[in-house]
C-alpha cells in the first residue's frame, strides 16, 4: 500500500469527469488500497480516486465511529439511480478544501447501484450521513465539488482564499468564520 498525494482546490483535475472502470483487477485493486490508506491518514470518511489524482469512477468510504471497528466500503463505478424528493442539510468538508466546511443540502436518500471489489454489482438504499458521503464523492467522479452546492459569493470567496495560497506556496489559513465541523464522528 501507499500514500497519495491529495490534490488541493484550485487544481484543475479535481474537474475531469472520471472514467467507467473496465476491469476489476489487480490494478485497481492496488489503487483501492491505496485510497483506503491515503483516506484514514488524512483522516477523512471518504475520498474519490481524482482526489489523488486517478480520473477512475472509484470511492472509499469509512462511516465507522471512532470507537467502532473500521468499516470500509468501496464503490466501483457508482451510479444515483433513485433520489428521495425530500431533502436534509449536513455540515459537509472536503480533504481537497482543506478547513473549510459549510452547509449543503441534498436529497435526504438515493439508490446506488455499484460493483464491489470482487466488479460483482450491488445496490445500496442510503439515509443520512451514508446518502450524504455517497452523493459528495459521486460528485468528485463528476468533477464537481461541495462548493458548487453554494452560494456564489461564499464559493467565490473560498477560490480567491485557495488561489492566493496556491500562488504563495503556503497552506491556507482557516476562514475567519469557519467553524471546526459540528458532525465529529465518535
Ligand atoms: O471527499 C472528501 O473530500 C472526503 C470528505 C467526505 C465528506 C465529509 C463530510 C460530508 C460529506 C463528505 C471528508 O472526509 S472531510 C473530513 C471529515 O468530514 C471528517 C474527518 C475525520 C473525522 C470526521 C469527519
Ligand atoms: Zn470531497
Same mark, same amino acid.
Given at each position: 500500500?501507499?500514500?497519495?498525494?491529495?490534490?488541493?482546490?484550485?487544481? $484543475?483535475?479535481?474537474?475531469? $469527469? *472520471? /472514467?467507467?472502470? $473496465? &476491469? @476489476?483487477?489487480?490494478?485497481?485493486? =492496488?489503487?483501492?488500497?491505496?485510497?483506503?490508506? &491515503?483516506?484514514?491518514?488524512? !483522516? %477523512?470518511? %471518504?475520498?474519490?480516486?481524482?482526489?489523488?489524482? @486517478?480520473?477512475?469512477? @472509484?470511492?472509499?468510504?469509512?462511516?465507522? $465511529?471512532?470507537?467502532? !471497528?473500521?468499516?470500509?466500503?468501496?464503490?466501483?463505478? !457508482?451510479?444515483?439511480?433513485? =433520489?428521495?424528493?425530500?431533502? *436534509? &442539510?449536513?455540515?459537509? %468538508?472536503?480533504? *481537497?478544501?482543506?478547513?473549510?466546511? /459549510?452547509? @449543503? &443540502?441534498? !436529497?435526504a436518500a438515493v439508490r446506488v447501484k455499484y460493483l464491489d471489489r470482487d466488479g460483482k454489482p450491488q445496490e445500496i438504499d442510503a439515509t443520512g450521513l451514508l446518502a450524504t458521503c455517497l452523493q459528495h464523492e459521486i460528485d468528485h467522479t463528476n468533477g464537481v465539488l461541495f462548493i458548487d452546492h453554494i452560494s456564489k459569493l461564499k464559493r467565490d470567496m473560498v477560490m480567491k482564499k485557495f488561489k492566493k495560497a496556491a500562488k504563495k506556496g503556503e497552506p491556507v489559513k482557516p476562514l475567519a468564520e469557519d467553524k471546526e465541523p459540528s458532525h465529529h464522528i465518535g
Open positions: 500500500m501507499a500514500l497519495r498525494d491529495i490534490l488541493i482546490l484550485p487544481d $484543475k483535475r479535481l474537474r475531469l $469527469k *472520471s /472514467e467507467p472502470v $473496465k &476491469t @476489476v483487477d489487480r490494478a485497481l485493486r =492496488k489503487l483501492i488500497d491505496d485510497l483506503f490508506e &491515503t483516506m484514514y491518514a488524512a !483522516p %477523512g470518511i %471518504g475520498l474519490a480516486a481524482i482526489q489523488v489524482g @486517478v480520473p477512475q469512477r @472509484v470511492i472509499t468510504m469509512d462511516l465507522a $465511529k471512532k470507537d467502532e !471497528p473500521r468499516q470500509p466500503q468501496v464503490f466501483i463505478n !457508482p451510479e444515483i439511480t433513485w =433520489k428521495a424528493d425530500e431533502h *436534509s &442539510t449536513y455540515e459537509e %468538508g472536503c480533504l *481537497s478544501i482543506p478547513e473549510y466546511y /459549510e452547509e @449543503v &443540502t441534498r !436529497p
